[in-house]
C-alpha cells in the first residue's frame, strides 16, 4: 500500500545498466560507487516490484571478472539495503565458452515482503509459478523453463565475429497484471567513419532488423499476449551525419586517407575562421569535438531530433519523454563522473520503452497521481561508461483488465 494513499497501487521499478564492472582499473570502487547510487534510487523510490537489466555482464573480460560479479550478486541479495525484498529471481548468462549461447545478460528480480502472490509464467508448462524464496540460475539458460533467451544470428552482424547480442524474455503477474519483462543489448556502431557515411547508418539498419525481430517473437502465436517492456542497451545513436552537419555547419572538411589503400581512416573539422582551430576529429573509434558541454547543457535536449532510430517503431513501442543527459560513452576514470570519452558521439544508448498497452497502464495510474519518474542513476558519479536509466511508476491492482483471473491475467486481445 502506497503510504498515505487509500489504494492499493504497488510501485514498479524497470532499471537497466551496463554491469559495474567495466572499469578497467579499480572494479572494487566503481562497484561500491554503483551500488550506493542503485540503493539510493530503492530508497527513494520505494518499489514494491524491481527488476534489473544487465548487459555486457562481468564486462568484456569476462573471465577474469568472474569474482566480481559473484561479489556484485551477493551484495545485491544480502544488502541491508535490500532486506525488505524478501524473494528474488535472478538470471546470469555466464556461459562463456559457448560462441552460439552466450549473451552476457543479467536478469535481477526483486518482490517487496509486502506483495502478496506473486506468479511468473513458466514457457513450457504454459502457466504460472507463485514465486517464493530466492533463487539463482546461472550458467546454461537455455534448461531454464521460466524465461526464454535468444542471441541474434551471426548474420545480423557478420563483421563482428562473436557478437554477445541477444535477449532474455520473462512473464509476471503482480496485483493480478500480466506482463513481459525483456532484457535486450543491440548491436553497436563498429565505426564512427562507417556510421557519417550515410543516414540513416548501416548500423542502425542493423539493429531495426534486431529489434523487429525480438518485438515479432513476443507477440507470436505461441502464448497469449500480454503488456510488455523491453529495456537494456539498445545501442540506439544520434543520426551522426545529421549531427556533425549540425556541429559543424561552418567547417571546413579535410580527409586523411592511408597511404597503402587510400581508404578514409579520418576526418578532421576545422572552423572557417579562428585560426582554422580544429572542431571536431573523427576516426573509427575516436570522436573527439571540442565543445563537449553540447551533450551536457540543458541534458543535451538540442541534440534529441537526430535520435531517430525509435521513430520506426511508433506504432509498437513508446517511451516516456527523455530529460536526462545522454547516457553513453562516460569516462571510466573515477575522478571524472561527468565526462565523455572521445571515443563516440554521446547518446541515449540506455533506455526503457513499453508496448501500447504498457503505455495504457502507467497513464492510466498517473492520471490520479504524477507518480512516473524516467531518469538516470548517478548523474556526477562514475557508474561505467554507461549511466543506468530507470523507470518508475504505479499500478492499480487489475488495472490491466478488470476482473481478471490470477492465472489469465490482463490478457491483452
Request: hydrophobic share 35%; aromatic share 12%; glycine share 4%.
Amino acid at each position: 500500500m502506497q503510504p498515505g494513499s487509500g489504494r492499493g497501487h504497488r510501485r514498479e521499478q524497470r532499471q537497466r545498466s551496463e554491469g559495474p564492472w567495466a572499469q578497467p582499473g579499480e572494479p572494487e570502487n566503481l562497484q561500491k560507487n554503483w551500488l550506493r547510487e542503485f540503493y539510493q534510487i530503492v530508497h527513494t523510490h520505494r518499489p514494491h516490484f524491481m527488476a534489473l537489466h544487465c548487459q555486457e555482464f562481468g564486462g568484456k573480460n569476462y573471465e577474469a571478472s568472474m569474482s566480481h560479479v559473484d561479489k556484485f550478486v551477493k551484495e545485491l541479495l544480502s544488502s541491508d539495503a535490500m532486506k525488505e525484498y524478501n524473494r528474488a529471481r535472478v538470471y546470469l548468462d555466464e556461459n562463456y565458452k559457448s560462441q552460439e549461447h552466450f549473451t552476457a545478460l543479467g536478469s535481477f528480480y526483486f518482490l517487496h515482503e509486502s506483495l502478496k502472490n506473486i506468479y511468473q509464467f513458466d514457457f513450457k508448462a504454459k502457466k504460472y509459478k507463485k514465486v517464493t524464496g530466492k533463487e539463482i540460475y546461472s550458467d546454461t539458460l537455455e534448461s531454464t523453463p521460466m524465461l526464454e533467451k535468444e542471441k541474434f544470428p551471426q548474420d545480423y552482424f557478420p563483421e563482428c565475429k562473436w557478437s554477445r547480442k541477444g535477449f532474455v524474455r520473462t512473464r509476471w503477474c503482480v496485483a493480478d497484471c500480466a506482463f513481459d519483462l525483456v532484457n535486450i543489448h543491440l548491436f553497436h556502431d563498429a565505426s564512427n567513419l562507417v556510421a557519417w557515411e550515410t543516414s540513416p547508418s548501416v548500423y542502425s539498419g542493423i539493429r531495426h532488423k534486431a529489434l523487429g525481430y525480438v518485438l515479432d517473437r513476443i507477440i507470436d502465436q505461441r502464448f497469449e499476449k500480454v503488456s510488455y517492456f523491453v529495456f537494456g542497451d539498445f545501442n540506439f545513436r544520434l543520426d551522426s551525419k545529421s549531427v556533425v552537419e549540425t556541429l559543424c555547419t561552418k567547417a571546413t572538411m579535410q580527409t586523411v586517407r592511408a597511404a597503402d589503400t587510400n581508404e578514409v581512416v579520418k576526418l578532421i573539422f576545422r572552423e572557417s575562421d579562428n585560426d582554422r582551430k580544429v572542431m571536431l576529429q573523427l576516426e573509427k573509434k575516436l570522436f573527439d569535438y571540442s565543445h563537449q558541454e553540447v551533450f551536457r547543457d540543458n541534458n543535451g535536449t538540442a541534440l534529441l531530433e537526430f535520435d531517430k532510430e525509435l521513430s520506426v517503431f511508433k506504432d509498437r513501442l513508446y517511451e516516456l519523454d527523455i530529460s536526462f543527459p545522454p547516457s553513453y560513452p562516460y569516462s571510466e576514470d573515477c575522478s571524472q563522473g561527468q565526462q565523455y570519452m572521445n571515443t563516440r558521439c554521446p547518446a541515449w544508448c540506455d533506455r526503457v520503452l513499453m508496448s501500447p498497452s504498457a503505455k495504457e497502464l502507467i497513464l492510466r495510474s498517473e492520471s490520479e497521481e504524477k507518480v512516473v519518474t524516467y531518469d538516470h542513476i548517478g548523474p556526477s558519479v562514475c557508474m561505467g561508461d554507461h549511466k543506468p536509466v530507470f523507470l518508475a511508476f504505479r499500478i492499480a491492482p487489475g488495472a490491466g483488465k478488470p476482473h481478471a483471473h490470477v492465472h489469465k491475467c490482463c490478457v491483452v486481445q
